[in-house]
Antibody
Framework: QVQLQESGPGLVKPSETLSLTCTVS????????WSWIRQPPGKGLEWIGY???????NYNPSLKSRVTISVDTSKNQFSLKLSSVTAADTAVYYC??????????????????WGQGTMVTVSS | QSVLTQPPSVSAAPGQKVTISCSGS????????VSWYQQLPGTAPKLLIY???KRPSGIPDRFSGSKSGTSATLGITGLQTGDEADYYC????????????FGGGTKLTVL
């Protein structure tokens, strides 16, 4: 079955750019949306953004000025870049697959597959 | 402050039933489907319920979901100690805010 695995540095300095990659195995990245979600220590889930396999994106307005999500279909990977990080960006970062169906007025959304998560600490 | 409101904690004894509420508005729960996630300690969230009341393959029927107006409810019957976890609701939001929103999470304690 499809599995997701996050990879990237666990420690990032303040003001620098956080970069993570999610590798999709057991299936194709094509024809699906892919997303990043984060969870600060002891807190709830925060959606960062998603990308369609074709490259179209949608970001959380609260992070939009600092976020870039990209996809590499040849490698079956998608990536997250978050610039100008501060301590507030310290969190476990998850990649996940959102199943999104736009049914006219109503939208069906569910994250059916998640990576195990990777802890990223912002500190000098 | 989360867009969707959940109680911070609920508790019940093994074998009992518990419900977890998720309150939103017409721009999110009121006009879109709701999903629910279970996050066991130290692990990634896992999809429990989608489209308000559907269970993915492998999720026992002890877990159920419902929606009425701008609120949704997760029900768990026959509580087990292994059900101790954080539970999150999520949905699409059609307003000018982030299109994907989650509740703040509810910690379930099985006494």
């Amino acid at each position: 079955q499809v599995q997701l695995q996050e990879s990237g540095p666990g420690l990032v300095k303040p003001s620098e750019t956080l970069s993570l990659t999610c590798t999709v195995s057991g299936g194709s990245i094509s024809s699906y949306y892919w997303s990043w979600i984060r969870q600060p220590p002891g807190k709830g889930l925060e959606w960062i953004g998603y990308i369609y396999y074709s490259g179209s994106t949608n970001y959380n307005p609260s992070l939009k000025s600092r976020v870039t999500i990209s996809v590499d279909t040849s490698k079956n990977q998608f990536s997250l870049k978050l610039s100008s990080v501060t301590a507030a960006d310290t969190a476990v970062y998850y990649c996940a697959r959102p199943m999104i169906t736009f049914g006219g007025v109503i939208v069906s959304l569910a994250f059916d597959i998640w990576g195990q998560g990777t802890m990223v600490t912002v500190s000098s | 402050q989360s867009v969707l409101t959940q109680p911070p904690s609920v508790s019940a004894a093994p074998g009992q039933k518990v419900t977890i509420s998720c309150s939103g508005s017409s721009s999110n729960i009121g006009n879109n489907y709701v999903s629910w996630y279970q996050q066991l300690p130290g692990t990634a969230p896992k999809l429990l319920i989608y489209d308000n009341n559907k269970r993915p393959s492998g999720i026992p029927d002890r877990f159920s979901g419902s929606k009425s107006g701008t609120s949704a409810t997760l029900g768990i019957t026959g509580l087990q100690t292994g059900d101790e976890a954080d539970y999150y609701c999520g949905t699409w939001d059609s307003s000018l805010s982030a299109p994907v929103v989650f509740g703040g999470g509810t910690k379930l304690t099985v006494l």
